[in-house]
């Protein structure tokens, strides 16, 4: 479930109750590493960020559910391909940790059975045993509990298609979920706020789109990976827009023991530019749903 990346790649968004930075003269600190055995790697990892991070911050930041921005449950046999199909599974897991994080009963459920079709047909639902349903089933009424749920069932599925040596699906998946979120969370602006959290998350997703496109280009010997990162080429020159006013980062040791990525600065995204984006997030996002062909 850990993906080996570049040092100055490490996703920076992974803690959700971190806020983004405002000024140049606050420190940024963002865990890595395993815990596993108590021993840092000398490679640096980070995992998957699960989409309930993202869909809490949407809910605490005040807005309203909106049932229309869900993917349709009825299209999911519409991926017909590998590619469709794993982008579509990372869809709508977002959607799930959407409906979950807004206590969304009947949306819970439609997307825990389409994730669960899906994941048989990329050949993975062993990630969904007879303990994992009975769990689901036994707290639909218990939204904090679908909330750990829903990210067990995420990581859950990661692990078996990185034992499984499934890379190019992890990645195509991931790609869907940031897709999905970025959709979800960009239609959630009411109104352009920058020292709004919200958004100062929407902008810091840059670094979760450079990570996602690394990992992406690690497997670019696949075809259907090779389509993936053409299709989301299409937002690079929005991103590479945006700016990121990182710098002086290095690993250090936090109290706690662990080694953190520390830095000054931020990733700040103007009116112009957030609109730009939300506007190409939404054609992407409409055009893989609706089986479209992606212009480049």
Not at 39 to 53: A, G, K, L, R
Request: aromatic content about 8%.
């Amino acid at each position: 479930m850990y993906l080996p990346m570049l040092v100055m790649s490490i996703l920076v968004i992974s803690c959700a109750d971190q806020p983004s930075q405002e000024s140049d003269d606050q420190d940024e600190m963002i865990e890595v590493g395993t815990e596993d055995d108590g021993q840092i790697e000398d490679q640096e990892h980070y995992t998957i960020p699960s989409p309930v991070e993202m869909m809490e911050i949407i809910r605490e930041s005040g807005t309203e559910f909106k049932e229309e921005l869900l993917c349709d449950p009825e299209i999911h046999n519409k991926y017909v391909d590998l590619k469709g199909k794993s982008i579509g599974m990372g869809i709508y897991v977002a959607d799930l940790a959407y409906a979950v994080s807004f206590n969304r009963l009947q949306e819970t459920i439609q997307n825990f059975n389409v994730i669960i079709k899906m994941a048989d047909e990329v050949g993975i639902g062993s990630s969904f045993d007879e303990r994992l349903m009975e769990r689901i089933k036994n707290n639909l009424n218990h939204e904090d509990s679908l909330i750990v749920i829903s990210d067990h069932s995420y990581y859950s599925i990661i692990r078996t298609l990185e034992e499984n040596d499934r890379g190019a699906v992890v990645g195509m998946m991931a790609a869907g979920g940031f897709l999905e979120t970025m959709f979800i969370a960009t239609q959630s602006v009411d109104k352009f706020d920058e020292n709004d959290h919200l958004m100062q998350r929407i902008a810091d997703q840059k670094l979760v789109y450079e990570n996602i496109m690394f990992y992406l280009g690690q497997h670019n010997d696949d075809q259907a990976v090779e389509w993936t990162i053409q299709d989301f080429e299409s937002l690079r020159e929005i991103f590479n827009e945006i700016s990121d006013t990182r710098m002086n980062s290095k690993f250090e040791e936090s109290e706690s023991g662990k080694r953190v990525l520390g830095g000054k600065g931020g990733v700040y995204i103007t009116e112009q530019e957030f609109e730009q984006l939300r506007e190409r997030i939404s054609f992407l996002r409409n055009a893989i749903t609706f089986n479209s062909p992606v212009p480049q």
